[in-house]
């Protein structure tokens, strides 16, 4: 069985090159700090912050060009686990991931965690049961494995025209997040925060795709986590005088949770299929921390993990990215440092929606309107929070904040340098920036490769390739900008509405593909097809609260649906062919040369002994 020599496809210095970056981050924290307390403009200093990492993120995306397919489409199949994972784990959910989940968990409580568990679980199932047999395959996209699966280039169409819906939504969301923090970090305007987002991110993307995707996401993935754990960790070590407040902040939820108990403050029963999680509006703190179910049904739990386990684990933004990997074991190996670095950024927003509610329940709950700190009155004068009632001593319910601005409260209400401020908002663009980016090198290689150039096997020239596939990026980017400011809709329901829809179109047929050699082109299209109307009718139905159902669960309903439409088509069909058969068993084989990479090799010699 052939072997690949893994030490001479990885470059040894790239934990040299990071560590530069690294140093280079915390040397502008540094400064900025310095700065402040020497009288710097505020203005400048919250431009520094933004810019300084764009321009990094754009010096790394920009020196990664190349010319060659393999490069550009998987980054040369030469990127370590641990880099893999770190792009996995910021871009599964992006910016929502961190800037939404953290208001979720500050406002709703323990019921935003079945998001956490969705995604964690995603990322099981995508290991155990997909992951390994797409990198053997070695397709760039979604859509090109399934067409070359079932020797379809309709079937390969059909998919790419499904999977740009989701594509497209989660550009959407990933923008509109972006342009509201760098808003807010900046004082510009949105419009002019939106050309400059567009512009880093097609400037960084469009010349090298995968591999400058790879490597500037891997310095904003660093940057994000920084941002996160550094005024977190200082947090932490004041009140529980120890550092890593993802194991400390234990206590102060059970203070919390006394607090709570002592306000009287009222449990709601929800029904299952109950679905009240906080919007991007202005929210009042009416429900316990520690209290399940009080916003989320017990059934819409269950139904939200499942729609995003299954979503996560073939979204069409993730699955190429384990492509990029020197074989199988790191293709499973990147799928662990998911998992890792996605629960250090899930308890690091824990904490603070923790920290945070302690400091409403002891510095706001029980005081006049008059007496409220200053802190709290520059962000009721922003617009980011409210207070209600002339109660002499304001309940827990007076109290309302934006759930996108809870994450950025945490520096000033523990009185923390405003430079620190400026780093958590530097890092909400950066994961903004890497959802974006991912999400529109994913949509921009599906319409070139499997839609414009998708009713053909044999690939263009190399040149005109590129050249197409970097046009549709860059018109991705551009719809996905002009559309985040045009539509006023939910980042967090865009995303949900996203998965859903991923799950329910490519879900089943994936999994099917994998573990079911008998599934033929019919029945691959009767999945999708019928999984994906099924799932966007739910979703109307859902927003039009027709039957009682939320939106978000979308692809759990879908689902089984499409399972049903599988089954049928496949029997109603014929039987796969024989070749087809081989390249099934030949993709559950972990070694040797990739599926994708042996047919070009042999298409290229074919070209090679043709008569000129």
């Known amino acids: 069985m052939a072997t690949t020599q893994r030490t001479r496809l990885v470059n040894p210095r790239l934990g040299t090159y990071f560590g530069i970056f690294v140093s280079a981050f915390l040397a502008l924290l540094v400064l900025s700090v310095i700065a402040e307390q020497m009288g710097a403009p505020d203005a400048a200093l919250r431009w ?191 009140v529980t005088n120890f550092p890593l407040a993802q194991l400390s902040h234990g206590p102060t939820l059970r203070a919390v949770e006394r607090l709570e108990n002592a306000s009287n403050i ?92 302690d400091i409403v329940m002891t510095k706001l709950v029980g005081q006049a309107a008059a007496d409220l700190p200053d802190w709290f009155k520059d962000l009721v004068g922003s617009g980011h929070a409210g207070v209600e009632g002339q109660l002499p001593q304001l309940p827990l319910s007076s109290f309302s904040f934006q759930r996108d601005a809870i994450l950025f409260i945490l520096a000033p209400a523990a009185r923390l340098p405003a430079a620190l401020l400026y780093l958590m908002l530097a890092g909400a663009v950066a994961v903004a920036f890497v959802g974006a980016a991912a999400s529109s090198t994913a949509l921009g290689t599906i319409i070139a490769e499997d839609g414009i150039n998708g009713a053909r096997w044999e690939a263009p020239p190399d040149g005109p390739r590129l050249a197409v596939v970097r046009a549709a990026t860059a018109i991705s980017v551009l719809v996905g900008a002009s559309l985040a400011l045009a539509l006023p809709a939910d980042p967090l329901l865009l995303v949900l509405w996203a998965l859903g829809l991923s799950a329910a179109a490519a879900f089943p047929v994936v999994a099917l593909s994998i573990w079911w050699k008998r599934i033929n082109t019919l029945g691959a299209l009767a999945c999708m097809v019928t999984g994906f109307v099924t799932a966007v009718l739910a979703v109307v139905a859902g927003e039009t609260n027709l039957f009682g159902i939320p939106s978000a669960v979308a692809g759990a309903l879908a689902v089984p649906v499409g399972v049903v439409a599988a089954f049928i088509g496949t029997k109603l069909g014929p039987v796969p062919a024989r070749h087809i058969l081989e390249l099934v068993r030949d993709a559950r084989v972990p070694g040797g040369e990739t599926v994708h990479d042996r047919e070009q090799r042999l298409l290229r010699l074919k070209r090679r002994q043709r008569p000129s």
């Open 48 to 238: 520094a912050m933004l810019l300084v990492p764009l321009a990094l993120y754009l010096a790394i995306g920009i020196a990664a060009q190349t010319q060659d397919p393999a490069d550009y489409f998987c980054a040369g199949r030469r990127v370590p686990a641990f880099f893999t994972g770190l792009g996995l784990a910021v871009s599964a959910l992006g910016s929502v991931g961190v800037v939404s989940l953290t208001g979720l968990l500050m406002i709703n409580g323990i019921d935003a965690w079945c998001i956490v568990n969705g995604v964690v679980a995603g990322f099981v199932v995508c290991a155990v049961l997909i992951a390994p047999y797409f990198r053997k395959f070695g397709s760039y996209t979604l859509p090109s494995y399934l067409g070359r699966r079932f020797d379809s280039r309709l079937l390969r169409v059909v998919s790419a025209s499904m999977l740009c819906v989701p594509l497209m939504l989660v550009i959407i969301a990933e923008f509109k997040i972006g342009i509201y923090v760098a808003a807010w970090l900046t004082g510009a305007s949105e419009r002019a925060m939106a050309a400059l987002l567009g512009v880093a991110v097609v400037a960084s993307i469009s010349l090298g795709g995968m591999r400058a995707l790879t490597w500037a996401g891997t310095a904003a993935g660093l940057a994000t986590v920084i941002a996160l754990v550094v005024p977190t960790g200082i947090v932490g070590t004041e």
């Open 266 to 357: 009222a449990i709601p029963h929800m029904a299952p299929m109950s679905f009240e999680m906080a919007g991007s509006a202005m929210e009042p703190l009416a429900r316990r921390i520690t209290r399940p179910f009080g916003s989320v049904g017990s059934a819409t739990y269950i139904l939200i993990t499942l729609t995003l386990m299954m979503g996560i684990a073939v979204a069409p933004w993730l699955l190429p990215r384990i492509g990029t990997t020197p074989g199988v074991y790191e293709a499973r190996k990147s799928m662990g440092w998911a998992v890792f670095v996605f629960g250090v950024i899930a308890l690091t927003a824990s904490a603070v929606a923790v920290f945070e509610r």
